[in-house]
């Protein structure tokens, strides 16, 4: 299952039509403070997660997602409409394993999602596209 979260209802709309077509099943979130708790009460595979939302910032509820053990090993997939690297690089840092800049492209998203699911639980879990992260 897929943990989406975007305060935008038609952006977590289309993530989940397209993810439900790949195969997917997925769950909605519309802030960081309901991902944390999402996260925490159903233990997705992925988390699709904005980093500008109204209640908790992305970057707060990845911080707080990897604090928490029962949800620390979840592989989380930043989406930004921000492409700047100083903000994706804050996020990898925080402990994102890949990041997809919005508006994506094509099967961006599953092959992103697939990728996380494979590389889950290996260390260090760097996307080649993130290799400027450091």
């Not at 707060?60 to 979840?74: F, H, M, Y």
């Not at 925080?94 to 599953?110: L, M, Q």
Request: aromatic share 4%.
């Amino acid at each position: 299952m897929v943990l989406i979260v975007d305060d935008e209802p038609d952006i977590r709309a289309a993530l989940s039509v397209q993810l439900e077509d790949s195969g997917y099943g997925t769950w909605e979130a519309e802030n960081g403070q309901q991902a944390v708790d999402m996260a925490a009460a159903k233990l997705p595979d992925v988390i699709l997660l904005d980093l500008m939302m109204p209640v908790m910032s992305g970057l707060k509820a990845l911080q707080l997602i990897r604090a928490d053990p029962r949800t620390s090993s979840i592989p989380v997939i930043v989406l930004s409409a921000l492409g700047a690297h100083d903000v994706l690089n804050d996020a990898i840092r925080a402990g994102a394993r890949d990041y997809i800049v919005k508006p994506w492209e094509g099967d961006d998203v599953e092959r992103s999602v697939e990728w996380a699911i494979k590389s889950a639980g290996h260390d260090p879990p760097i996307s080649p596209k993130n290799l400027f992260a450091g």
